[in-house]
């Protein structure tokens, strides 16, 4: 009996004391074991996000309003009337004036040449204008014939000087000129010479031939022309 109470108290001994060494045991690897760091998560400061969102959208509203009240004020403006726009009626005025006037003067100064060339082709010949015109003379008339002649009558409004220059066509040269006209209606002639063009002069008359044209100079009114007068209207023709 006694046997058996030593052996059960030595085994009671044996256990406690087994689970002693395994709880210590236990003990140490819970101490060295190196626990898993936990993940810290990182927590938003949802006031200050919520503070920054609604001052972002309050903004948005803002230029929203602003833009809807400046469309409605681009709205409501009157329509604005291009300005100064008599001046522009004014000087699309003064343009057209200035072309009209530009025209004119065009026509006026080319109105003899003008006449003449109408005449030409009403006689059939080619008649030209002189460049040269005496001083004070200005063209007067121009007259076609249909047998091949035009006349052109200059007057001297300050002088009441005038005079006729008379263009046809010819096969004449210089001396078939004087022989079959100049003697038979001259009197008492002069014969001068210009750019090898012969010129016969009386005291109202001077003609001469030049590219197939007969030219007549006749003074009609007043004093006759000088013969440098003459010499210049021959050699601009």
Not at 81 to 103: D, E, F, N, Q
Not at 153 to 165: E, H, K, M, Q, R
Request: charge should be positive; charged fraction near 20%; proline fraction near 3%.
């Amino acid at each position: 009996m006694s046997k058996i109470q030593i052996d059960s108290e030595d085994t009671s001994h044996s256990s406690s004391a087994t689970h002693s060494v395994l709880q210590h045991s236990s003990t140490l690897s819970r101490k060295y074991v190196k626990k898993p760091t936990p993940k810290i998560k990182k927590k938003t400061n949802t006031a200050v996000s919520d503070v920054i969102n609604n001052m972002n959208k309050s903004t948005e509203d803002r230029k929203i309003k602003s833009a809807l009240k400046t469309a409605d004020k681009l709205t409501d403006m009157p329509k604005m009337r291009p300005k100064h726009k008599p001046h522009r009626i004014l000087l699309a005025i003064a343009c057209s004036a200035a072309t009209v006037a530009a025209i004119a003067a065009f026509v006026y100064v080319n109105m003899p040449d003008i006449s003449v060339k109408v005449a030409a082709m009403q006689s059939g010949i080619e008649a030209t204008y002189p460049t040269y015109t005496p001083r004070n003379f200005t063209l007067s008339g121009v007259t076609s014939e249909k047998s091949g002649k035009v006349t052109l009558s200059f007057n001297n409004n300050s002088s009441g000087d005038a005079f006729s220059l008379s263009e046809e066509s010819s096969t004449w040269d210089s001396n078939a000129l004087l022989n079959n006209y100049v003697k038979d209606t001259y009197d008492d002639y002069a014969t001068l010479r210009e750019q090898g063009i012969t010129i016969y002069i009386d005291k109202n008359h001077a003609t001469w031939v030049n590219g197939g044209i007969h030219f007549e100079i006749t003074n009609n009114s007043g004093h006759f022309l000088t013969k440098e007068q003459i010499r210049n209207l021959v050699v601009s023709l």
